[in-house]
């Protein structure tokens, strides 16, 4: 694999009229990273998006894709998008909209042919090849726009928000879709609020405010890390409950049950056998993640929307 960053910016801003919607956003994503671009509304996250495809000029700072500058011609031919708010040729049936963005894609014909029926079928609409797209629903529409997003075999897909039109089993579809896609070394950029969907397909999430990285998490980390533990367990004293504080913050529910917020799940062992050495029966113990919906409103403050 390449050694140069699928999206590397500095400082990159972007100003309209009065208001900075972009501050200055400064990030690193690996070929082959599959990366979550959270923020609450407004946070500048399409905007950001837009700038690195070139669909608006920055302010000021700099970017490159896949080693190139912005703007590069033969570097826009390896990078898919699905927009958010997509306006497709809606007079064209799935087939021909497929293959006028193979033809935008500068693809020969053949491959364009092969792909477009590998993909119809990929996103479960090779029966309707030949329908028009304004017969489409939203979800098909979501689905034939993710087709055409991956169609050239991009090396980096911009995905904004691919899952809001579709139920739970085109969500599925999605999902799978961005592990095969990470398993052939493709970066995805995803932005999406459904932070249940970034956690069980992202590797690393940024999180920003007002166009400004404000916390990089890694899924892995998140995995192993911070916990509440819930214990259940007959003889619980207050003084255990107390001893119970060098691992964290222990709150004491009832008689039986207290919570704890450990740094690392890592002291479960050492948790489990203070307890016992101290003659309490242990029912349960039992870790519950930080999620990362918990994270981002730790982060980005209660008051912010999702
Ligand atoms: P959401 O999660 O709601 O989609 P977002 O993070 O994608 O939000 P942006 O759409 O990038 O946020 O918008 C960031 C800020 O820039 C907002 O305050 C928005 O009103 C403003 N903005 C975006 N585009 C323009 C524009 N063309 N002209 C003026 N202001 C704009």
């Known amino acids: 694999m390449p050694s ?54 920055p302010t000021a700072g700099t970017a490159r894709l896949l080693g190139a500058p912005l703007g590069d011609r033969s570097v826009r031919a390896r990078i898919g998008f699905l927009p958010e ?72 897909v911009f995905l904004d928000e691919p899952t809001s039109g579709l139920d739970p089993v085109g969500r599925r579809l999605v999902r799978d879709i961005i592990h095969e896609l990470r398993r052939e070394g493709t970066c995805v950029f995803l932005n999406s609020h459904l932070l249940s969907e970034i956690e069980v397909t992202c590797d690393r999430v940024a999180i920003i405010r007002s166009g400004e990285v404000i916390r990089l998490i890694e899924m892995a980390a998140l995995d192993s890390g911070r916990a509440t533990v819930r214990i259940r367990g007959r003889g619980i004293t207050p003084e255990i409950c107390s001893g119970l504080e060098n691992w964290g913050q222990a709150i004491r529910a009832d008689g039986e049950l207290v919570s704890l917020n450990v740094q690392s799940e890592e002291s479960l062992p050492e948790i489990t056998r203070f307890l016992v050495e101290r003659g309490v029966q242990v029912y349960q113990i039992t870790p519950e993640r930080l999620s990362l919906e918990e994270l981002f409103i730790e982060t980005v403050g209660k008051d912010a929307g999702l």
């Open 4 to 57: 140069y960053p699928a999206i590397e910016t500095d400082r990159l801003r972007k100003v309209f009229g009065e208001r900075a919607a972009v501050k200055g956003l400064t990030l690193q994503v690996q070929q082959g990273e599959v990366f979550g671009f959270l923020g609450p509304n407004g946070a500048g996250k399409t905007t950001s998006i837009k700038m690195l495809l070139s669909l608006i000029e």
């Open 85 to 156: 708010h997509f306006r497709f040729q809606e007079w064209l049936t799935a087939g021909e909209f497929l293959e006028l963005h193979g033809q935008l894609y500068g693809m020969k014909p053949a491959r364009i042919k092969e792909q477009s029926a590998a993909l119809l079928e990929r996103v479960g609409l090779d029966e309707f090849r030949d329908k028009q797209l304004r017969t489409f629903s939203k979800g098909m529409l979501q689905r034939i726009g993710l087709a055409q997003a991956l169609l050239s075999q991009p090396a980096l």
